[in-house]
C-alpha cells in the first residue's frame, strides 16, 4: 500500500507492506481568520489582562524575538511585522531588534533559506537575523540548574536584551 506523508515542501511517499493497516491521525478543522494581519495586530493592541504592548516596550531598549528554524513551520511573515512595528512604536530603535532563530542543535540557516523562515523582505531587509548556536557554549549564560541538576544555559542575546 502506498502511503504519501506531508513532509517538507514536497512530501514523500512509502510503500508499506501488504497486511498493514495504518491510522491516519488528522488534526481538527479550524475556522481560518479572515484577516490573519489584523488578528495579530488586535492581540497586540489588546492583550488579553494587561495594556498594549506597545506600551509595556516604554523604556526598553533592547528586544530579541525568537523565531523556530526551517524544520518548524510557523507563518512568521504574517507575526513579525506587526511584532517590529510595536516594539518600534514602543520606543526601541530597528538597530537594537534581533530575530533569533532557535535552531536547538540544527544547522543554521542561510541565505534564501533564512529569509523564508522570517517571511517578510521588509522584516529581513531591516532588523538584524542570527542563528543560535548550541555548541558554542561561550555563546551562553549558565542559569544554574534544575531541581533534577539538569544545566540550564541560555543564549547570551536573548538574557542580555531587555525584552
Known amino acids: 500500500m502506498k502511503v504519501d506523508l506531508l513532509y517538507g515542501q ?34 497586540l493592541e489588546n492583550p488579553v489582562e494587561c495594556p498594549p504592548l506597545s506600551q509595556l516596550f516604554r523604556g526598553r531598549r533592547s528586544a530579541c524575538i525568537l523565531i523556530c528554524d526551517i524544520t518548524r513551520p510557523v507563518p512568521n511573515g504574517t507575526l513579525l511585522p506587526p511584532l517590529v512595528d ?22 543554521p540557516n542561510e541565505g534564501e533559506e533564512l529569509r523564508e523562515i522570517v517571511g517578510s523582505n521588509e522584516v529581513f531587509d531591516a532588523i538584524r537575523v542570527e542563528n543560535h548556536f548550541a555548541r558554542d557554549k561561550e555563546a551562553h549564560v ?13 543564549d547570551r542575546r536573548f538574557v542580555e536584551a531587555d525584552l
Open 10 to 43: 514536497n512530501g514523500f511517499q512509502i510503500d508499506l507492506p501488504e497486511g498493514i493497516n495504518p491510522t491516519i491521525i488528522r488534526k481538527h478543522a479550524m475556522t481560518p481568520l479572515p484577516d490573519p494581519p489584523r488578528a495579530v495586530q488586535d492581540a
Open 142 to 154: 549558565d542559569l544554574g540548574e534544575t531541581s533534577k541538576g539538569i544545566p540550564i544555559m541560555i
Open 86 to 107: 510595536a516594539l518600534i512604536s514602543g520606543g526601541i530603535s530597528r538597530e537594537n531588534i534581533l530575530i533569533l532563530v532557535a535552531t536547538g542543535l540544527h544547522r
